[in-house]
């Protein structure tokens, strides 16, 4: 079964708005990232927290993650057609050995 | 894209015959992935590599081979192309693991689109 689990599958919203995407997991982590992915190319990373953060700030970005929870949430601010993309966590399970687990990804339509 | 790049970038192919895609990174970089991407599976490891000659499976390992002679070359083989494995075929990078053996960010390159009729 997938690792990351991704909710919503698919978000619209309009520009200037605020984007939240959660991700879910299931067991023990040392890290969850996200990534974002415009159509027809590869991924870009975003951003890393590590398990012992529990938030994070990028520009425009904010993670979160509850441990206790299993679940890390992506906040974009103030959002702009630019960031429609699909959005994907990765989590780095414990004892994994430099493998990430992606989940099937967030679609994100900002309206002009 | 990082210093990544990926050949063909597009292919098609029939049904059977052998298929390579390299992956070609120049950041000196230790690990090296190949993944795939269809709808609704996200993306999905086939193999990896964590050093020149060093390599093991992935989540969906069955009918592909890889290998790695130098740093910054992976190389992924379908050794026998079956229409299953149509797919988007990324690759990926990252520096060396920290302590303890945590992961850090992946790069990836720009995609190979594999068409098998």
């Known amino acids: 079964s997938q690792q990351g689990e991704e909710d919503p599958q698919a978000l619209s919203i309009q520009e200037g708005e605020n984007a939240t995407m959660n991700c879910s997991y299931k067991?023990?982590?040392?890290?969850l990232q996200w990534y974002r992915q415009n159509s027809g190319r590869g991924l870009v990373h975003l951003i890393l927290?590590?398990?012992?953060?529990r938030e994070k700030h990028s520009g425009r970005l904010r993670v979160t993650l509850d441990t206790s929870k299993k679940s890390s949430s992506l906040l974009i601010t103030a959002s702009r057609a630019a960031d429609t993309a699909s959005y994907f966590c990765a989590t780095d399970l414990t004892g994994a050995n430099s493998k990430l687990t992606f989940g099937k990804g967030i679609t994100l339509s900002v309206r002009p | 894209d990082a210093g990544i790049t990926q050949s063909p970038r597009h292919k098609v192919t029939e049904t059977g015959t052998p298929v390579t895609l390299r992956c070609h990174q120049t950041?000196?970089?230790?690990?090296m992935y190949w993944y795939r991407q269809d709808p609704g599976h996200g993306l999905r490891l086939i193999h990896y590599s964590y050093g020149v000659k060093d390599t093991d499976k992935g989540e969906v390992s069955d009918g592909y081979s890889v290998s790695r002679s130098k740093t910054e070359d992976f190389l992924l083989t379908l050794e026998s192309a079956t229409s299953s494995q149509t797919s988007v075929y990324f690759c990926?990078?990252?520096?060396?693991?920290?302590?303890?053996?945590?992961?850090?960010?992946?790069?990836f390159g720009p995609g190979t689109r594999l068409t098998v009729t």
């Open positions: 990926a990078i990252s520096e060396s693991v920290g302590l303890a053996g945590k992961t850090y960010e992946q790069y």
């Open positions: 067991t023990s982590i040392n890290n």
């Open positions: 950041e000196n970089h230790r690990y």
């Open positions: 927290i590590r398990s012992n953060e």
